[in-house]
Nanobody
Framework: QVQLVESGGGLVQPGGSLRLSCVVSGITFSSFGMSWYRQAPEKERELVAGISSGGTIIYGDSAKGRFTISRDNHKNTVYLQMNILKSEDTAVYYC????????????WGQGTQVTVSS
């Protein structure tokens, strides 16, 4: 059974920081690309950051310069360090594991709420 369990969300003031974690089980973690997406109310889900199995990193425009994605293959965990948070970062953040070998495998966590407010 594949499980992606996010943690680290919460309420933070503007300018503050949070570190999200996503612990993965049930798959060969190191062979999957890992990403963080977010979805704000009445908005589409958007890519925040992604890190490939080989370590290549991409960021969505909203994350550039403020967020850092990393992974620890020994701990089957992907992280998202979020700094200088803004109210517009308020959303549910989802962890995603994806791999394409002959067919696409796509797994999602349940999401963790991040609220940036004073």
């Amino acid at each position: 059974q594949v499980q992606l369990v996010e943690s680290g969300g919460g309420l933070v003031q503007p300018g503050g920081s949070l570190r999200l974690s996503c612990v993965v089980s049930g798959i060969t973690f190191s062979s999957f690309g890992m990403s963080w997406y977010r979805q704000a109310p009445e908005k589409e889900r958007e890519l925040v950051a992604g890190i490939s199995s080989g370590g290549t990193i991409i960021y969505g425009d909203s994350a550039k310069g403020r967020f850092t994605i990393s992974r620890d293959n020994h701990k089957n965990t992907v992280y998202l360090q979020m700094n200088i948070l803004k109210s517009e970062d308020t959303a549910v953040y989802y962890c995603n594991a994806r791999r394409y070998i002959d067919f696409r495998e796509d797994y999602w966590g349940q999401g963790t709420q991040v609220t940036v407010s004073s």
